[in-house]
Structures are given as structure tokens and as C-alpha cells.
């Protein structure tokens, strides 16, 4: 079993920047993908970005790549986005997902583990 919990969120103008951090425990960190994931109102959720155990390799949405950076320290059990130039539609509940192995990182379907989510609204 592993808990997830995001925090970092809130409201901010577009073009400005917010940290996520999700914090993970419960089983050894370094053995588990992260991605992060979003929902607005209305919407399905969507792939964010996803980070390697190691950290060597990230992934991207088309959508938010060159404006948010994934990374994690195994160290503190916890994975972070950055995310700048934020858009009113950045607009979401963000989530956490880790799993052990996964082929396809962009859908929730593969992933195992998830956090309560954390609300990031950008006013234009």
C-alpha cells in the first residue's frame, strides 16, 4: 500500500507559477513511477506528466511541455511539477499516481496508487 498526498495548490493569475508536491509513504519510493494527473469540472481526467523511478526519464503532455518540469527526490519520498506560464485552462484538480511498472504512462488506467487531489485555479 502506498498513500499519496499532494499539496501545493491554490489560485494564482495567468502567467504566474505554482509547486506541487506530493508527499508518498507506506512502501519504498524509489520502486515506484509517478505521474501526475488533471480533472476539471466536466472533464475526464487527463496525463499531466510522468517521472521515471530514477528520474532520469520524464514525459510530457503536449499541453503543458516546455511550461512544467516533473522531478522527485527519493530521498524525501516525495515528486514535484512546477509549473509556469500558467493558463486558465491549467484549471484542475491535480493528482499523484504512482505504480510499480507501466507501459503506457499517460493513462490512469495503469496506475495503482492515487492522492485526494489538490485544486490549482489560474484567473485570467
Known amino acids: 500500500q502506498v498513500q499519496l498526498v499532494e499539496s501545493g495548490g491554490g489560485l494564482v493569475q495567468a502567467g504566474g507559477s505554482l509547486r506541487l508536491s506530493c508527499a508518498a509513504s507506506?512502501?519504498?519510493?524509489?520502486?515506484?513511477?509517478l505521474g501526475w494527473f488533471r480533472q476539471a469540472p466536466g472533464k475526464d481526467r487527463e496525463f499531466v506528466a510522468a517521472?521515471?523511478?530514477?528520474?532520469?526519464?520524464?514525459y510530457y503532455a503536449d499541453s503543458v511541455k516546455g511550461r512544467f518540469t516533473i522531478s522527485r527526490d527519493n530521498a524525501k519520498n516525495t515528486v514535484y511539477l512546477q509549473m509556469n506560464s500558467l493558463k486558465p485552462e491549467d484549471t484542475a484538480v491535480y493528482y499523484c499516481?504512482?505504480?510499480?511498472?507501466?507501459?503506457?504512462?499517460?493513462?490512469?488506467?495503469?496506475?495503482?496508487?492515487w492522492g485526494q487531489g489538490t485544486q490549482v485555479t489560474v484567473s485570467s
Open positions: 517521472i521515471s523511478r530514477s528520474g532520469g526519464l520524464t
Open positions: 499516481a504512482s505504480v510499480l511498472s507501466v507501459l503506457k504512462v499517460n493513462l490512469t488506467s495503469q496506475y495503482d496508487y
Open positions: 507506506g512502501r519504498t519510493f524509489s520502486n515506484y513511477v
